[in-house]
């Protein structure tokens, strides 16, 4: 079946440390990956993706994540966080299955930051 | 804003009634999908159009739900004789087609309450 999992649903991390968050990605789901950040009733916004050639993809705001085709994983990762990075961060792929390229998404892990 | 916007962004109603959603997408994006997210769920993909053609529809998409974008411009999905289960946040997004990858772009959402 055509997956993207999130390891973990909710990840509690003190201001200022690191924070890795784990997406695995299903062999039949195209190596096209995203990662989206939710915040507070707000729609989806695209924190980075990977498409082709270098492995490691970053975004604006320090976020950074690693494709690993032999693990099929694109874990998101920050080496320092923010009270403001407070949201839920979705993994995504898309799925070449359909005729039109539809995102298959992980069920969500909230980050919740702490003072 | 040049954003994809949704409305209402929120709607309470009672089992059995009909509701309907709406979406206006990106001026310029050709290609339109409708998403829906549960709670504690990824957003799960319902239909995509490309222009005003309705190119494919998920399981998910019972004969309840229909959708329609009559002018390849904004879209609407309705639901039929809503059910409880049918409450869940749904959202829209849009994108132009260019090659094999299209970013898409992701409106607020339309929050469902089914009594």
């Known amino acids: 079946a055509q997956s993207v999992t999130q390891l973990d649903s909710q990840v509690p991390v003190f201001e200022e440390a690191p924070v890795e968050l784990r997406c695995n990605y299903s062999s039949s789901v195209s190596v096209y990956l995203f990662w989206y950040v939710q915040y507070p009733n707000q729609g989806l916004q695209l924190l980075l993706k990977?498409?082709?050639?270098?492995?490691l993809v970053e975004s604006i705001n320090g976020f950074e994540a690693e494709f690993n085709k032999s693990q099929t994983s694109f874990h998101l990762r920050k080496p320092s966080v923010h009270i403001s990075d407070t949201a839920e961060y979705f993994c995504?792929?898309?799925?070449?299955?359909?005729?039109?390229?539809?995102?298959?998404f992980g069920k969500g892990t909230k980050l919740s930051v702490k003072p | 804003d040049t954003g994809v916007s949704q409305d209402p962004r929120h709607k309470i109603t009672k089992r059995g009634q009909n509701v309907t959603f709406r979406c206006d997408p990106i001026?310029?994006?050709?290609?339109l999908y409708w998403y829906r997210q549960t709670l504690g769920q990824g957003p799960e993909f319902l239909t995509y159009f490309q222009n005003e053609a309705q190119l494919e529809k998920s399981r998910l998409l019972s004969d309840r739900f229909s959708a329609e974008r009559p002018k390849g411009s904004f879209s609407t999905l309705e639901i039929q004789r809503t059910e409880q289960g049918d409450s869940a946040m749904y959202l829209c997004?849009?994108?132009?087609?260019?090659?094999?990858?299209?970013?898409?772009?992701f409106g607020p959402g339309t929050r469902l309450t089914v009594l």
């Open positions: 001026s310029e994006h050709n290609r």
């Open positions: 990977y498409l082709s050639g270098s492995t």
């Open positions: 995504a792929g898309l799925n070449y299955g359909g005729s039109q390229g539809n995102l298959i």
């Open positions: 997004a849009s994108s132009f087609s260019s090659g094999r990858y299209n970013e898409q772009f």
